[in-house]
């Protein structure tokens, strides 16, 4: 089955850096790649999500890219806030039925 | 907006027992999911189902079972719970598109289940 690897497990940066999160995944059919935010003690909830006719997504401070021949893909979030703090998820699917999720990272912000 | 509403956000119960985790969504999706979440292991699933009386394992199904009778609701029940099954416990749903397009999945506020 399909393998999701993301790195780091952990960040912090600067209020007003950018932070980028990595996910690599194993199988080259996966077509569809969701980032989750989930703060603490809360759901985890969407923000952003890619398909594989794609290479790069915005929205606002947060952007997605998509690299097939690499298999990866990357969550960039530029000019943070403290309230950008949490674990974040990444995913890559092919049917629609199972979501392979990566392993989290709790990002921090510091003012 | 979708809401996938969990029983319980705590629960307790006691080795051996049978454990009943319910969930509901209110947006007639096709499929459900349940997931386990523990630090620093991500999401795992469980089970899911795409239809009615459907269900498929996951990548941990071993201890679990599930049932889906109504579209609406999808229950996880642990047969005989044991201590390693202390977590955290998400359900989830998403739309099937018809034409192969994946949905996003939308989850509930999840049941941290402590067996003792």
């Known amino acids: 089955g399909e393998n999701v690897e993301q790195h780091p497990s952990t960040l912090s940066v600067q209020e007003g850096d950018s932070a980028v999160i990595k996910c690599t995944y194993s199988?080259?059919?996966?077509?569809?790649f969701p980032w989750y935010k989930q703060e603490l003690g809360k759901r985890p909830q969407l923000i952003i999500d890619?398909?594989?006719?794609?290479g790069e997504k915005k929205d606002q401070r947060i952007a997605v890219t998509l690299n097939k021949t690499a298999k990866h893909f990357s969550l960039h979030i530029t000019e943070t806030q403290p309230e950008d703090s949490a674990v974040y998820f990444c995913?890559?699917?092919?049917?629609?039925?199972?979501?392979?999720f990566g392993t989290g990272t709790s990002l921090t912000v510091i003012p | 907006d979708v809401k996938v509403t969990q029983s319980s956000r705590y629960l307790v119960k006691r080795t051996g027992e049978k454990v009943f985790l319910e969930c509901v969504q209110d947006?007639?999706?096709?499929?459900m999911f349940w997931y386990r979440q523990d630090p620093g292991l991500g999401l795992r699933l469980i089970y899911f189902?795409?239809?009615?009386?459907?269900?498929e394992k996951g990548d941990i199904p071993e201890g679990y079972s599930v049932s889906r009778e109504k579209k609406e609701r999808f229950s996880l029940i642990l047969e005989s719970a044991s201590t390693n099954q202390t977590s955290m416990y998400l359900c989830?749903?998403?739309?099937?598109?018809?034409?192969?397009?994946?949905?996003?999945?939308?989850f509930g506020d999840g049941t941290r289940l402590s067996i003792l």
């Open positions: 989830a749903s998403s739309f099937w598109d018809r034409g192969y397009s994946n949905q996003p999945q939308h």
């Open positions: 199988d080259s059919a996966s077509n569809y």
């Open positions: 890619i398909r594989s006719n794609v």
């Open positions: 995913a890559a699917s092919l049917t629609g039925n199972q979501f392979y």
């Open positions: 947006m007639d999706h096709e499929n």
């Open positions: 189902s795409y239809d009615v009386k459907m269900k």
